[in-house]
């Protein structure tokens, strides 16, 4: 079966730290994605990629790098994190931009800045 | 971007009941419209899908969808408690898919 795991499953930082939110597929899928959600906002997306060394900005990239490494490997990455960023983020995959086929998501990631 | 809004924010409706879920988008030219069902605390999951104007039904779900109106929904027959979740709409754009703000159910018996 599909499959998008998430690593890790909670995340406690201070302000100003380093944080590094790994997302591994396995499904063969060209697109991979970044979403933040909060409530009152939604999922919104933050980053998302097409391919190895492809990266995409999306609707809310501010404090926020990521790098597709390999076609299963995508890293979101905080490098100076802020409360703001205190949220659930959630990856996923699919083989289109959400056209014939659906987004597989992972289980999410629980990330507190302190 | 793309805007979608849905309606009502949340809906409370009794076992075996029928309830009924709105979505309404800004660009008219939108083509791939998608219901997800996210459970408390897991991950969202997608329901079904419609591409054309009318209705598709899929077991207790039935989308609609009119592209002149800017609006699709979701019916779910003989509601049930484990249909309790937040539901969220989302329409395609240039980057994906867009997501409304979801619409809490409650399903009681």
């Known amino acids: 079966e599909a499959a998008v795991t998430q690593s890790p499953r909670n995340k406690v930082t201070v302000t100003g730290g380093n944080v590094t939110l790994s997302c591994r597929q396995t499904?063969?899928?060209?697109?991979m994605y970044w979403y933040r959600q909060d409530t009152g906002h939604g999922l919104r997306l933050i980053h998302y990629?097409?391919?190895?060394?492809?990266?995409q900005i999306g609707d809310v990239p501010d404090g926020y790098k990521a790098t597709r490494t390999t076609q299963e490997d995508f890293f979101l990455l905080l490098e100076l994190a802020s409360p703001s960023q205190t949220s659930l983020y959630f990856c996923?995959?699919?083989?289109?931009?959400?056209?014939?086929?659906?987004?597989?998501f992972g289980s999410g990631t629980r990330l507190l800045v302190i | 971007q793309q805007n979608v809004q849905q309606s009502p924010e949340s809906l409370i409706v009794p076992e075996g009941a029928r309830t009924s879920l709105n979505c309404t988008f800004s660009d008219s030219a939108s083509q791939y419209f998608w219901w997800y069902r996210q459970h408390s605390g897991k991950a969202p999951k997608a329901l079904m899908?419609?591409?054309?104007?009318g209705e598709k039904e899929e077991g207790r779900f039935t989308i609609h969808l009119n592209k002149a109106s800017l609006h699709f929904s979701l019916h779910i027959r003989d509601s049930q408690p484990s249909d309790s979740a937040l539901y969220l709409c989302?329409?395609?754009?240039?980057?994906?898919?867009?997501f409304g703000l979801g619409t809490r159910v409650s399903v009681f018996p």
């Open positions: 990629s097409y391919g190895a060394g492809n990266l």
């Open positions: 499904n063969s899928h060209n697109y």
């Open positions: 996923a995959s699919s083989v289109d931009r959400g056209q014939i086929s659906d987004y597989t």
């Open positions: 899908s419609i591409f054309s104007n």
């Open positions: 989302a329409v395609n754009y240039a980057q994906g898919l867009t």
